[in-house]
C-alpha cells in the first residue's frame, strides 16, 4: 500500500482503513515492540507459539498415548477431531468477533483449549482422549481468528504486517524443536506431559495481554452496527467440518466400503463450501475471494509436499530421521525470512510484486524436491529447494493476511479472517487425502505403517512420491496466475504496486484512506467479470465477493455535501 502523504494534520483527520470519513487518535511511533504494543505483541505471539508447539508435538506422543490406552483403533479420530472442531471453532469466532469483539472469543478459546489439554493429559480411556482433542481443536479455532481481528483493531496499518509476520515466525521455532522436545518429554516423564505441560503456559501470556486488548479491541466496532448472527453459517461450518473429517477418514482405507464415507463427505464438503466462502472464491474473481484463494493453494502444495520430504529422504537416500528432519528446520528459517522481507516498510509499495516472485518460487521448490530420487542428486538438494519453496511462503501467507485485512469492513473482518482460515484448512486436508490415498495405492502404505528404524527397509517405488510432487506442483502453478487477480481491474494497485487508497475528504478537510480497490462515488466495486443476478440485473458485491444487501441508497454523510 502506498501511505498517503498528507502530513501530521491529515494524519490525524484519516479515515480507518476501509472505513473512511472516521478520526482515530495518533498512532505513536516505534514498532510491534515498543512501548503501547508490547504487550499485546508478546502475549499474542506466546499463544500462537504454544498453540503451534501442542500441533507439533502431539504428533510424536500419540503413538504412545494410543498404545497405552488401547486406542490404537481410533488413532485417526484423534486428529480428526481437531480438525472437525476447529473448523467451527473458525467459523464460531468470526461472527462473534464482528458482533462482539475478539476478547470475549480470545478469553473464551484459551479457556477451551486448556480444558482440553486437560481432558487429553489426564484421559483413561481413548475416547476421553479424543474429546480432549476436540477442545483443543475448537479452541484454536476460537483464539487463531480472533487475534487476526485483534490485530485489526488494535494496530494501525503499517504494523499489521509486522504483527503478522510475528504470528507466522511463531511457528517456525515449533516445527523445527516441536517434535524433539515432544518425544523427550514422551520417553522421560510420559506423554501426558506434553498435554498437561502446556496448560499454565497458554494462561499467563492471556493474562499479560489482557489489559491492552481490552483497552485497544474490546466490544463491536466504534460507528459500526454489530455484526448479525449467522446460523446458517454456522450449519454449513458442521456440514464441512463433518464432510471434511469423513474424506479423511474414507481416505485412509483402500477398500471398497471406504468410498462410502468419502463420497458422503464429499456430498457435505463442496456445497457447503460453495456457500459458506465469499463468492467468486474458487472462480477467482478478483480481490478478496482470489486471496483466499491463492492461501488455500500455496498452502495445500507446500505442506502436503513437505510432509513426505522425511520419508522420502529415510526410504530413498538411507538418511536418519535427524537428518532427515534438518532439511524441514532449515526451511523454517527462510519461512521467517520471507515473513520479514514483507513487512518492511520499504517493501510495501511492492507488496503485490513480492506475493507474485512467492508464487513462482513455491513450485520451483516442489517440482525440483523429488529429483533427490536420483542417486547421481546431492542428497542435500531438498534443503535447498524447500528453503526456496519456504521463503516464497513466508512472501505470501502474510501477506495475504495484509490484504484480507485491509480489504475488510470493520465490521466484516471476523467473517473474513474465518474464511481465510477454513478455506486453508479445507484445502490442507483435501490435498492431504487425494496424495496420501494416491500415494498408498501405488505402494506407500507399508511405510505409512512402518514404525522407527522399519520405514528405512520399506519397499517403496519411487513412482508413489512422483504422484505426491506432481499433483502438488500443479497446485502450486495455478496460484500463479491466481496472484494476478488481488486487486481488482483498474484498481490502485492493479500494476503490481501494493494496493493504495486514495483520498477522500472528510469533515475537517483531511483525506480519509479508502481501502484499495473502493469504488469512486457513484461507482459499484467490481469482484469479477460474470457479476448478474438471474434477470440480467448487476449485482453490487462488496469487497469480499459477497452480493450486497438490496436497500435504500446510503445516506450522505458531512463530507459528501
Avoid at 473482518?413 to 486436508?429: E, H, P, R, Y
Amino acid at each position: 500500500m502506498s501511505h498517503v502523504e498528507a502530513g501530521a494534520d491529515a494524519a490525524r483527520t484519516a479515515g480507518t482503513p476501509g472505513h473512511p470519513g472516521t478520526a482515530v487518535p495518533d498512532h505513536p511511533p516505534g514498532g510491534v515492540l515498543s512501548a503501547p504494543y508490547r504487550a499485546l505483541t508478546l502475549g499474542s505471539v506466546s499463544v500462537i507459539l504454544l498453540i503451534a508447539f501442542e500441533a507439533m508435538a502431539v504428533g510424536t506422543a500419540m503413538p504412545a498415548a494410543a498404545a497405552q490406552l488401547d486406542g490404537l483403533g481410533l488413532y485417526a479420530f484423534a486428529f480428526a477431531a481437531f480438525f472437525t472442531t476447529s473448523l467451527l471453532g473458525m467459523v464460531l469466532s468470526g461472527q462473534w468477533c464482528d458482533r462482539n469483539g475478539p476478547v470475549a472469543p480470545v478469553i473464551t478459546g484459551i479457556a477451551i483449549f486448556c480444558t482440553g489439554l486437560l481432558l487429553a493429559g489426564g484421559a483413561q480411556t481413548m475416547l476421553m482422549l479424543i474429546l480432549g482433542r476436540a477442545g483443543q481443536g475448537f479452541g484454536s479455532g476460537l483464539i487463531i481468528v480472533a487475534l487476526y481481528v485483534v490485530v485489526r483493531r488494535a494496530y494501525p496499518d503499517h504494523l499489521r504486517p509486522s504483527a503478522l509476520a510475528a504470528f507466522a515466525s511463531a511457528w517456525v521455532i515449533p516445527s523445527m524443536v516441536g517434535p524433539v522436545i515432544s518425544g523427550t518429554v514422551t520417553e522421560r516423564f510420559g506423554w501426558r506431559w506434553v498435554f498437561l505441560g502446556i496448560t499454565v503456559l497458554v494462561v499467563l501470556p492471556l493474562l499479560v495481554m489482557l489489559p491492552p486488548m481490552r483497552r485497544a479491541a474490546s466490544g463491536p466496532t466504534p460507528g459500526e452496527p454489530p455484526g448479525r448472527f449467522d446460523a446458517r453459517g454456522l450449519r454449513l461450518a458442521g456440514a464441512i467440518a463433518i464432510g471434511a473429517a469423513l474424506l479423511q477418514f474414507g481416505g485412509q482405507e483402500l477398500r471398497w466400503w471406504s468410498l462410502v464415507p468419502a463420497v458422503i463427505g464429499a456430498a457435505l464438503l463442496v456445497p457447503s463450501a460453495l456457500r459458506l466462502l465469499p463468492t467468486g472464491t474458487f472462480r477467482s474473481a478478483r480481490g478478496m475471494p482470489s486471496a483466499i484463494l491463492l492461501r488455500g493453494l500455496v498452502s495445500a502444495s507446500f505442506l502436503s509436499a513437505e510432509s513426505f520430504v522425511p520419508l522420502l529422504l529415510v526410504t530413498q537416500r538411507g538418511l536418519s530421521y535427524t537428518q532427515a528432519g534438518l532439511a524441514i528446520a532449515a526451511g523454517g528459517l527462510t519461512w521467517a525470512l520471507g515473513s520479514f522481507t514483507q513487512s518492511r516498510p520499504a517493501a510495501e509499495p511492492h507488496r503485490l510484486l513480492l506475493m507474485r516472485v512467492g508464487t513462482v518460487l513455491v513450485p520451483v521448490g516442489v517440482a525440483t524436491t523429488p529429483l533427490v530420487l536420483l542417486e547421481t542428486v546431492p542428497v542435500w538438494l531438498p534443503v535447498i529447494t524447500l528453503a526456496l519453496a519456504c521463503y516464497g511462503m513466508g512472501l505470501i501467507i502474510s501477506s495475504v493476511g495484509v490484504l484480507v485485512l485491509r480489504f475488510s469492513e470493520p465490521a466484516q473482518v471476523g467473517g473474513n479472517i474465518s474464511s481465510l482460515q477454513v478455506c486453508d484448512a479445507l484445502a490442507n486436508v483435501v490435498t492431504l487425502t487425494v496424495v496420501g490415498s494416491a500415494f498408498a495405492a501405488l505402494g506407500g502404505s507399508t511405510a505409512a505403517l512402518a514404525e522407527g528404524e522399519r520405514a528405512a527397509d520399506a519397499q517403496i517405488a519411487p513412482g508413489a512420491f512422483l504422484v505426491v510432487y506432481v499433483v502438488t506442483t500443479l497446485l502450486a502453478l495455478v496460484a500463479i496466475p491466481v496472484a494476478g487477480r488481488l486487486i481488482p481491474r483498474g484498481a490502485a494497485g492493479d500494476d503490481g504496486s501494493a494496493p493504495g487508497r486514495a483520498p477522500e475528504r472528510v469533515p475537517g478537510g483531511g483525506p480519509a484512506e479508502v481501502p484499495a480497490g473502493s469504488p469512486a462515488k457513484g461507482e459499484h466495486t467490481r469482484t469479477g467479470d460474470a457479476d448478474a443476478d438471474s434477470d440480467g440485473a448487476a449485482v453490487v458485491r462488496d469487497a469480499t465477493g459477497r452480493a450486497a444487501p438490496p436497500g435504500p441508497a446510503p445516506r450522505p454523510g458531512p463530507g459528501d455535501a
